[in-house]
T-cell receptor, first 117, second 112 residues
Framework: GAVVSQHPSWVICKSGTSVKIECRSL??????MFWYRQFPKQSLMLMAT?????????EQGVEKDKFLINHASLTLSTLTVTSAHPEDSSFYIC?????????????FGQGTRLTVV | DAKTTQPNSMESNEEEPVHLPCNHS???????IHWYRQLPSQGPEYVIH???SNVNNRMASLAIAEDRKSSTLILHRATLRDAAVYYC?????????????FGTGTRLQVTL
C-alpha cells in the first residue's frame, strides 16, 4: 500500500483562488517532507523542503508567499498555492524520507494535477 | 550536489534484459546512488540504491563501478510495465533526511 498519500489527485480551480494540497506520511513519522513541481515532458523540480514545527526552506526562484507550506505534524504537510494563475498549472508531487541517513529510500505521493482556468 | 548523466532514451524488447547506465564522475565518498522510476502521470517509485557493493532486489540489480564513477541499473527481464523514465540520483548522507535532485532521466521504451 501507499506509504505517502497525497490529496487531491487532481483539482481544477479558477484563476485568483487558492488551492491546498495535502501530503500524509502513513507508515512513519516524517520530520522532513519535500515538494516538487513537474511540467509536461520535464523532470521534477524541487520547490521546497518542509520541516515539522519550523519554516520551510524554499529553493531559489520559488516564491514563498505564493506557495505556502505548513508542516504542523509529523505525518502531514500541506502546500497551498495562493492566488493561482494558469502558469501555476502543473503536476505537484510530495515526498517523505525517514530521517537519519542518506541511505533511506524516498517515498512519493501519487501527485496532484492542478489546472487553473 | 554532484551531478549524474544518463542517456535521454533507450529501447528494449520485452523479456530481454535492460542495462541503464549512469555516470557520476564527481561522486563523493558519502554519496549513495539511488534509482527511481516514474510511470506516466504518477509520482516516482523507488527502485534500488547502494553505496559501493552491487545490490539486488525483487525489482532490479544495481552494478556499481569499482571507482564509483558510474553505475548500471539492470532490469533482468523487461516487461511493458517497465516502460517509464528512470532517474539516477546521488543522495548525500547527512544527519537529516536529505533532498533528492532529479536530472532528466532515461526514458525506457519496451516493445513487444
Amino acid at each position: 500500500g501507499a506509504v505517502v498519500s497525497q490529496h487531491p489527485s487532481w483539482v481544477i480551480c479558477k484563476s485568483g483562488t487558492s488551492v491546498k494540497i495535502e501530503c500524509r506520511s502513513l507508515d512513519f513519522q516524517a520530520t522532513t517532507m519535500f515538494w516538487y513541481r513537474q511540467f509536461p515532458k520535464q523532470s521534477l523540480m524541487l520547490m521546497a523542503t518542509s520541516n515539522e514545527g519550523s519554516k520551510a526552506t524554499y529553493e531559489q526562484g520559488v516564491e514563498k508567499d505564493k506557495f505556502l507550506i505548513n508542516h504542523a505534524s509529523l505525518t502531514l504537510s500541506t502546500l497551498t498555492v495562493t492566488s493561482a494563475h494558469p502558469e501555476d498549472s502543473s503536476f505537484y508531487i510530495c515526498s517523505a524520507r525517514a530521517s537519519g541517513t542518506g541511505d533511506t529510500e524516498a517515498f512519493f505521493g501519487q501527485g496532484t494535477r492542478l489546472t487553473v482556468v | 550536489d554532484a551531478k549524474t548523466t544518463q542517456p535521454n532514451s533507450m529501447e528494449s524488447n520485452e523479456e530481454e534484459p535492460v542495462h541503464l547506465p549512469c555516470n557520476h564522475s564527481t561522486i563523493s565518498g558519502t554519496d549513495y546512488i539511488h534509482w527511481y522510476r516514474q510511470l506516466p502521470s504518477q509520482g516516482p517509485e523507488y527502485v534500488i540504491h547502494g553505496l559501493t557493493s552491487n545490490v539486488n532486489n525483487r525489482m532490479a540489480s544495481l552494478a556499481i563501478a569499482e571507482d564509483r564513477k558510474s553505475s548500471t541499473l539492470i532490469l533482468h527481464r523487461a516487461t511493458l510495465r517497465d516502460a517509464a523514465v528512470y532517474y539516477c540520483i546521488l543522495s548525500r548522507r547527512t544527519g537529516t533526511a536529505s533532498k533528492l535532485t532529479f536530472g532528466t532521466g532515461t526514458r525506457l521504451q519496451v516493445t513487444l
